[in-house]
């Protein structure tokens, strides 16, 4: 009998000899001596199969980092920066599949389809860790903007997934340089920073009358 | 990690765009620098390099600190060569032996998954997230393993990839730091290369590790820590932590004239047991490479860098050095030329001139050899040798480089040798380990 992860295996070999998707539900389920009905109780297309697993794949790792020992002393920043090291470790064993994922993925301004689930996850789990960022002060609560810290999140796992599809150095090296220098990047932004302080020296200047008369007399 | 740790390393310039705009902007500065310098020399003539020299350095170390790697090791290597620059370098590159942003947590793991299959707190008893000190191209760790205290030293990621780049930066920079140019010196370059790309391959450090350390292991006063290649790798070296101080804490607790020329002493022998025992020297004599244990020893913490000689160069080098062929002209020219530092294409004049300085340059070199005790502590032989060393990076003749690739590595290993000694002021007897001739028939 077939499961959802016995399918999901037979499609990535599939893949990866064929160098495409099956032609047809039918053909692909012949294959596999079952018959299409069985295969439509488990999964409504090959893409949402194709979605699945990557799902899969986020849903291992976030089990995985969060079964570490060290995981609870961690910051945001080295939460997000162990989720990113061990998807790229664990992605590192189907990389053909991905390469492939990713590449016949339809182009356009929003989420293909097929990383719609994996998206989904991946904000959940950004926002549990951002969360706890914000309330222990290590992050900058900023009206609006927090809300989307967890949206810049993701771009840099499609832009570093970008990057290590490109990577030819040994054992993936640039993609650990590329995480290091760019989620502390991106966590430098959510911290507080001087622009913070600058905003806040305007509200405060705004809203007080007697520093207007100030700006006026000094000509600005 | 720190606050500041975290932003610290997220001004690390990455491409080698960035990386080229940080180096444009520093000779953008120290150019600015000598404006600054001569103008107000114009106004008074009296005024010291010093000053110059002072602002150049910092200049130039704010910008190759925020370069890891390559860049760095390069400071430290600048650094070494105190005959070459002026002392305002010198201070301040020798801070860049102790300073380097740190790894995250989450990539030190990382690190460990890749290159030893688990995480460093499967491997160990007890791990320290955060490091003890950097190491240049990677940093330190405390570890526990069995109860046994273990230092764990990790790579920065890519850093091999990153030093050709590096150097092509650094060369027009270094240069003219040094005073040297021309198309010649990619033989020197070359040689410099070579030996960086060694020193990121921790699995031949490993290896060379435990083959010195086992040569090595009947001088006296000299210890190694053990090395376990099974929690080692690519990225990684195991060994024993060593207790102790670095040289610059060792002598801050004013230590006996009796210790310091023990520790002299075992210096003295571990480099030249290996010049004329083993033939391959550790030839990166930086203090941050060595430590005092509590009971009067030296430690060796460091084996990445390593100078092999060949005969072509052992033997014309140390019979210049320890017989008396510099009283023999012929023989001193036909060494010089050996070593290339006297050209086929030169004249009459250029070999009468070069023999001339290069004489009087070995002649010096070789004092402590041709005694059989030396105090280093003398500040008269110091400053004899960099009063020459200055005097000849002034003069045009030596504008390029002569000699041949080997005196890189191996220059550097003795000066930085002879600096040690000087700032420990040890008393050292030198004639223990001598060097080998080949008997002429």
Redesign the interface.
């Known amino acids: 009998m077939a499961t959802k992860e016995s399918i999901k295996k037979a499609f990535v070999d599939f893949v990866l000899t064929e160098g495409t998707r099956p032609k047809s539900v039918y053909v692909f389920a012949k294959k596999q001596k079952m018959t299409e009905a069985e295969f439509y109780k488990l999964f409504a297309s090959f893409e949402a199969l194709e979605q699945g697993i990557w799902t899969d794949l986020g849903k291992t790792v976030i089990d995985e980092v969060k079964g570490q020992d060290v995981w609870s002393g961690y910051s945001a920043r080295e939460k997000a920066l162990t989720f990113f090291y061990s998807f790229f470790e664990l992605l590192k064993g189907s990389r053909s599949f991905a390469i492939y994922s990713l590449q016949h993925a339809p182009k356009g301004l929003s989420t293909p389809r097929v990383f719609e689930g994996l998206k989904e996850l991946f904000l959940s789990f950004a926002d549990e860790i951002l969360n706890e960022g914000l309330d222990n002060g290590e992050l900058s609560n900023r009206k609006f903007f927090s809300k989307r810290y967890k949206d810049a999140l993701w771009a840099q796992l499609v832009f570093v997934l970008h990057f290590w599809v490109k990577d030819d150095s040994t054992d993936f090296e640039k993609t650990d340089e590329a995480i290091e220098k760019g989620i502390n990047v991106t966590f430098d932004l959510f911290q507080r920073s001087p622009i913070d302080n600058l905003f806040e020296y305007g509200k405060f200047l705004a809203q007080n009358s007697d520093a207007k008369e100030f700006l006026k007399f000094s000509g600005f | ?1 720190s ?1 500041q740790a ?2 610290e ?2 001004s ?1 310039p ?1 491409s080698k765009l960035q990386r080229s705009g940080k180096f444009v902007k520093t000779g953008l500065k120290v150019g600015s620098n000598y404006l600054k310098h001569y103008s107000k020399k114009l106004f008074n003539p009296e005024l010291d390099r010093t000053e110059l020299d002072e602002g150049n350095a910092s200049d130039i170390y704010e910008s190759l600190s925020e370069l890891k790697g390559s860049a760095l090791k390069v400071a430290q290597m600048l650094s070494m060569d105190k005959n070459l620059l002026p002392q305002a370098y010198v201070n301040k590159f020798s801070q860049s032996q102790y300073n380097a942003p740190p ?5 030190i ?3 460990f ?2 290159y030893l299959g688990k ?1 460093p ?1 499967k491997l160990f008893d007890k791990f320290e ?1 955060k490091s003890t000190n950097a190491a240049s191209i990677g940093q330190v760790h405390k570890a526990e393993l069995h109860g046994k205290k273990l230092a764990v030293k990790i790579q920065y ?2 850093v091999g ?1 990153s030093i050709s780049s590096d150097l092509k930066l650094v060369k027009p920079f270094a240069f003219r730091i040094i005073g040297i140019s021309g198309k010649e010196l990619d033989i020197y370059m070359k040689e410099v290369e070579e030996r960086l790309l060694e020193e990121t391959d921790y699995e031949l450090e490993v290896q060379r590790s435990i083959e010195f350390s086992r040569a090595c292991a009947n001088l006296d006063n000299v210890v190694f820590p053990n090395y376990y290649p099974e929690l080692s790798g ?1 990225r990684i070296i195991t060994m024993d932590w060593l207790e102790g101080l670095h040289l610059r804490e060792f002598l801050q607790t004013n230590p006996s004239q009796e210790l310091r020329d023990q520790i002299g002493q075992a210096l003295w022998d571990f480099y030249n047991f290996q010049q004329h025992e083993l033939r391959a020297v550790h030839a990166d004599p930086h203090p941050g490479n060595f430590l005092i244990t509590n009971d009067g020893k030296l430690g060796v913490i460091d084996f990445g860098c390593i100078k092999e000689m060949p005969d072509d160069f052992y033997y014309p080098f140390f019979a210049l050095i320890s017989t008396d062929t510099l009283n023999n002209k012929s023989e001193t020219i036909q060494a010089f030329r050996e070593l290339g530092m006297i050209h086929p294409s030169d004249t009459r004049e250029q070999i009468d001139f070069y023999y001339g300085m290069y004489k009087q340059m070995i002649g010096l070199f070789a004092k402590p050899y041709i005694v059989d005790r030396f105090d280093f502590g003398r500040t008269e032989f110091f400053d004899d040798l960099y009063g020459f060393g200055e005097k000849i990076s002034k003069m045009p003749e030596f504008r390029q480089p002569r000699g041949v690739k080997h005196f890189i590595y191996i220059n550097r290993t003795n000066f930085g040798l002879y600096n040690i000694l000087h700032d420990l002021k040890a008393r050292v007897k030198t004639d223990t380990y001598q060097p080998h001739f080949l008997v002429q028939n």
Do not use: A
Request: charged share 30%; net charge positive.
């Open positions: 990690m606050e975290s932003k390393q997220n690390i990455t790894l995250s947590g989450p990539l793991y990382q690190t998954k890749k995480s707190d997230l990621p890519g990839d690519k």
